[in-house]
């Protein structure tokens, strides 16, 4: 079992540009979460899963687009990226409302 | 609303002092769970332990312990015998039920020295 499997784990972007961030996981779970973790402000959950084809906005949405196509995959996408959206991202999965176990992260710098 | 507050921003102890790490949550729901996350310099974050509102045990594991005391809204977390490997940040979140999303803390830097 890989757990929660985050593709890329480090990307530099130019503003403006667009990229896709890809979770992944294993464990059949239903719930996925996107979280974006900024010095001193915790985790705050960007966009969210119930389940296979459906989204939901969390705390700070804006910029952000995600889909979920296939249950094991949750993509976040920045259509134009801002410097900030320089973050360390985090995806997580559940099943229902248990325990979210948490990818590695993917460190994004927007100059 | 649901909130968390990490009053903490940073604490520093010498190894083997037992700390404690303190969390006090705000929520409207009388049935909600409280969770702690490890996250070591290498920047993963790991799950500690899941509590439910019902379940006013205090919960040891090895060197942690949990308090939980719903008369004053907190959740704390003590470290007996702290260890250098215990350097980390660590963060308190609350989930509501029917709500299958986490509300974080700010989290709390504890560096352990040698």
């Known amino acids: 079992n890989a757990g929660v499997t985050q593709t890329p784990k480090f990307r530099v972007l130019k503003t403006g540009q667009s990229m896709t961030l890809l979770c992944a996981q294993d464990m059949n779970h239903e719930y996925m979460y996107w979280y974006r973790q900024d010095p001193g402000m915790g985790l705050r959950l960007i966009h969210y899963s119930v389940g296979e084809g459906t989204t939901a906005k969390g705390e700070v949405p804006d910029g952000y687009n995600v889909s979920r196509l296939k249950k094991q995959n949750f993509l976040l996408g920045l259509e134009s990226a801002a410097p900030s959206q320089t973050s360390v991202y985090f995806c997580?999965?559940?099943?229902?409302?248990?325990?979210?176990?948490f990818g590695p992260g993917t460190r994004l710098l927007v100059l | 609303a649901q909130k968390v507050t990490q009053a903490q921003t940073e604490i520093s102890v010498v190894e083997k002092e037992d700390v404690t790490l303190d969390c006090v949550y705000e929520?409207?729901?009388?049935?909600?769970?409280l969770f702690w996350y490890k996250q070591p310099p290498s920047g993963e974050l790991v799950f500690l332990i899941r509590r439910n509102s019902f379940d006013e045990q205090n919960e040891i594991s090895g060197r942690y312990s949990w308090n939980f005391q719903k008369s004053t809204s907190s959740f704390n977390f003590t470290i007996t015998a702290s260890q250098v490997v215990d350097s980390a940040v660590y963060f308190c979140a609350l989930s509501e039920a029917g709500y299958s999303t986490l509300t974080f803390g700010k989290g709390t830097m504890l560096l352990v020295s040698p």
């Open positions: 929520t409207r729901d009388t049935t909600y769970y």
């Open positions: 997580a999965s559940s099943w229902n409302q248990e325990t979210q176990y």
